[in-house]
């Protein structure tokens, strides 16, 4: 998107206007939303936030190239004190793309009432391997010992993520339960639990847009 590194103005409310989502956008963006991906609205319309650690550098950008035309400004790193330990500094890469209505669209789905839920019309929404594996790369996780996974849903209610179970098998096929994930502020937390029998179809589905530094991830 060389040319719209500089716009402003007229400009550039005329480029917003040549923009819509693609397949692979939007299904890139639904996986992001479910993961670490952040949508605010500061004053019109939403735009989404990627933010990923030093060792996701290249994840990033890989999402970048996807959203190129969507963002103004290239991936830039950023330097923050950790919170539990002051002298010690976190390293992240994020990028945000323009605000425009088709990302207003998924606020509102996704942000009814300000804060990230899922929404009841989840099952015709997430129904892309593309998305699955975003989010599996964004919050998934495996115990070396193990041969299920995890994708890490404590920051949703219950309610909801047994919403996400029976979407997982209804779309897909795959055989979630509910894992306790330990407490917090003496709340029990809970996470899904990719069952080990499930895993090498779940896998199968995922391997083909999983990147290189994430294979880890999916290693039997």
Do not use: C
């Amino acid at each position: 998107m060389g040319s719209s590194k500089n716009l402003s103005g007229k400009k550039l409310v005329e480029y917003k206007n040549l923009l819509a989502l693609s397949k692979d956008q939007q299904d890139i963006l639904i996986g992001t939303i479910l993961g670490d991906g952040n949508i605010r609205i500061l004053k019109k319309e939403a735009f989404l936030t990627v933010s990923h650690g030093e060792k996701q550098k290249d994840y990033v950008f890989w999402k970048y190239n996807f959203f190129r035309s969507w963002v103004l400004t290239k991936p830039r790193k950023e330097v923050r004190q950790y919170y539990k330990k002051k002298e010690k500094q976190l390293a992240s890469w994020r990028f945000s793309t323009i605000s425009h209505p088709e990302m207003t669209k998924y606020y509102n789905l996704f942000y009814p009432k300000g804060r990230k839920i899922i929404p009841s019309q989840i099952q015709s929404v997430l129904i892309s391997p593309l998305s699955l594996a975003v989010w599996y790369m964004d919050d998934g996780s495996r115990k070396p010992y193990g041969r299920g996974a995890f994708l890490h849903t404590e920051s949703f209610p219950v309610g909801d993520q047994r919403r996400l179970i029976e979407v997982l098998k209804k779309n897909f096929s795959i055989v979630v339960r509910l894992s306790s994930a330990g407490l917090s502020k003496g709340k029990r937390l809970f996470r899904l639990y990719i069952t080990a029998k499930s895993f090498p179809g779940f896998r199968d589905l995922i391997l083909p847009y999983i990147l290189p530094s994430m294979q880890y991830k999916i290693s039997l």
